[in-house]
């Protein structure tokens, strides 16, 4: 897995061959709109006042990093690692939403590399509005650079941003590195050029090295909004899961939940210079977003509204880090689910763990209206959506289901957990696992959403 020969490593000739060779391609088909930015060369890059664009919709930067998983047990002397600083336990590898920084015009290149070893897990949660050529003819810009490996600094690894289960994206722009680009470490960047269509949930990785760079934590969650949204005659929010025609999608509150795994000893390798042997492959932790419970139920990290355009834009500190939330800071995403009586409330799930999943709502039932971004209707229009109590879905895979809500006097809490008991508590033997709470208020007790999986929990910013 860690085979850094050249098989995968472009060489630098190689990598502005085939940029420039993309770029022809691009520009010839037509299908994107301005010119393909070039990856700038280091010495370019320095030269430059910011060497980083300022106009992307997002912004991520791939490193490294620490998170937090629950200590007791201990397995072995994988977990934790002793190499982390408190209060962490585990290295990962990830993604950072550095948009925020991106756009500060005078100090963007010092407040970016300031974020090496700054990964978040799991990768930042982002949406996107689907493409209308009059309501929203725009095209998405998504910008990636590469901080390099503070732990690993003989990985010289690359990264990409594959837009996993799109339909019809444009090859160079799939993030699957033999057949596109990837981005090396050092002040380069790539900007990813997609019109949005076909709503639904979706997931997004690395595909370098990609078992390992999944693994380590290099995945997240991303939804595209239909462009039914705003009509209120069909569902009173105006907010749809897909464009139904007949409200049957639609929701008051939406929450997005991506199941992941950690096998400590392939985590500990990493940060040890050592070599796990995949096919011993055993997920001593369940994960959704990030996060075993209970901390599944701590808040989200501060965040601001009104920048929350197409990604959660966490409050940052003059060093452009995560706000200091204790061991949590770099598993911003809460996992709980928040609603009153009566309301519809969309659950996006994803798995992209390496195991099935069985998602049980323990005592309720959901409706499931979406599958893999496809909503269920038969071909000649059928309404194939279902309600079930379990949702079972593989690596890979992605559901909506809508939660409505019943019609409490009191504060009512529903468990969501994955009967998958080996999920659902640790294999190191302690509480834990992919599980979290849906919990339903009185009516009018919870304002109106705004950032999706946003609680009364949060600390906000307007
Ligand atoms: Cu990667």
């Excluded at 949005?196 to 997931?203: K, L, Q």
């Excluded at 380590?216 to 239909?226: D, E, H, I």
């Excluded at 000893?265 to 977003?289: K, S, V």
């Amino acid at each position: 897995m860690n085979n850094k020969d050249d098989s995968n490593g472009f060489s630098r000739r190689r990598f502005l061959k085939l940029a420039g060779g993309g770029a022809a391609f691009a520009a010839a088909s037509g299908l994107v709109p301005t010119p393909l930015r070039r990856i700038l060369p280091v010495s370019e890059a320095l030269a430059a006042a910011s060497p980083f664009p300022t106009d992307a919709d997002l912004f991520w930067a791939g490193t490294d990093g620490w998170i937090s998983l629950p200590t007791s047990p201990a397995i072995g002397f994988y977990h934790p690692d002793s190499a982390a600083p408190p209060p962490f336990t585990t290295y990962i590898f990830g993604f950072r939403n550095i948009t925020r920084h991106s756009k500060d015009l005078t100090n963007s290149a010092t407040l970016i590399n300031k974020q090496k070893m700054k990964a978040q897990a799991s990768a930042p949660l982002f949406w996107l509005d689907e493409y209308d050529p009059v309501t929203n003819p725009k095209d998405f810009k998504m910008d990636l650079t590469n901080l390099g490996m503070q732990q690993r600094p003989d990985l010289f690894d690359s990264h990409t941003i594959h837009w996993h289960g799109f339909r019809n994206v444009i090859p160079l722009f799939d993030g699957e590195p033999t057949g596109s680009i990837g981005v090396p470490p050092g002040g380069k960047w790539f900007r990813y050029i997609f019109r949005p269509r076909d709503p639904g949930t979706y997931m997004y990785h690395c595909h370098v090295e990609d078992v390992e760079h999944v693994h380590m934590g290099m995945t997240g969650l991303v939804f595209v909004r239909p462009k039914q949204n705003g009509n209120m005659a069909l569902y009173p929010s105006g907010k749809y899961a897909y464009n139904d025609g007949n409200g049957s999608t639609g929701y008051d509150r939406e929450f997005a939940l991506l199941l992941t795994e950690v096998w400590a000893e392939a985590h500990w390798d990493d940060a040890h210079i050592q070599l796990p042997d995949w096919t011993d492959y055993r997920a001593d932790f369940g994960l959704i977003n990030g996060r075993t419970y209970p901390d599944t139920l701590a808040p989200n990290s501060p965040y601001k509204i009104s920048t929350s355009t197409h990604a959660v834009d966490y409050n940052i500190d003059a060093n452009g880090d995560l706000p200091n939330t204790g061991n949590l800071q770099y598993q911003p995403l809460s996992s709980l689910v928040e609603c009153n009586a009566g309301e519809r409330v969309l659950l996006r799930l994803v798995n992209l763990g390496f195991r099935e999943a069985a998602m049980t709502l323990e005592g309720g039932r959901v409706r499931v209206v979406g599958k893999d971004a496809t909503p269920m209707r038969g071909r000649d229009g059928t309404d194939t959506s279902y309600e079930t109590s379990t949702l079972q879905f593989g690596a890979g895979e992605s559901i909506d289901a809508i939660f409505t809500a019943p019609n409490v006097t009191s504060v009512t809490t529903f468990v969501l957990y994955n009967r998958n008991f080996e999920h659902a508590n640790n294999l190191a033997g302690g509480f834990g696992g992919q599980r979290t709470e849906i919990r339903v208020y009185p009516p009018g007790t919870n304002a109106a959403q705004q950032v999706p999986n946003q609680t009364s929990q949060d600390t906000t910013v307007a």
